[in-house]
């Protein structure tokens, strides 16, 4: 229903959805006289350019271009770097665990989190990776 909610948050969900623009246009109605979305979100430059370092800017990232194009003011904290140190805690806890996701045949747990903990840990120290939490005030 309309005007419901005075914030609608969401933590490492909005990639399930193809067009954030049509996301953005039909959750913001649910929203009372001044709520805000509350979005925690991750983005990678996938090949370094001239420009990546632009790209990774919280206005300029796919999601905050949308936020400000669909008229909303937005406020963002930059969580990259306790996003590295997550990342490097995961490769780390994940070679500890190893032999006990093997020991119970999950070792494709094991190789998952250890890749991800790898690819995002090089994409940032490659300087192509950022990630923010976005406050989108109506």
């Keep these: 229903p309309s005007e419901s909610f005075d914030a609608i948050m969401s933590v490492d969900t909005i990639y399930l959805y193809d067009d954030l623009r049509e996301l953005v246009h039909q959750m913001r109605p649910w929203l009372r006289h001044e709520g805000q979305f509350l979005i925690l979100y991750s983005y990678s430059v996938l090949e370094e350019n001239n420009d990546s370092h632009n790209a990774l800017l919280p206005e300029n990232t796919p999601l905050g271009q949308v936020l400000i194009q669909s008229n909303l003011s937005i406020t963002s ?13 995961k490769k780390h806890l994940a ?17 998952n989190r250890f890749a991800e903990g790898r690819d995002y840990s090089a994409a940032f120290e490659a300087g192509r990776h950022c990630r923010y939490l976005y406050r989108a005030t109506i």
Excluded: G, K, P, V
């Design 77 to 89: 904290w930059d969580l990259t770097e306790q996003d590295y140190q997550h990342q490097q805690r």
């Design 95 to 111: 070679e500890e665990f190893r032999s006990l996701f093997e020991a119970e045949d999950l070792l494709f747990i094991y190789e």
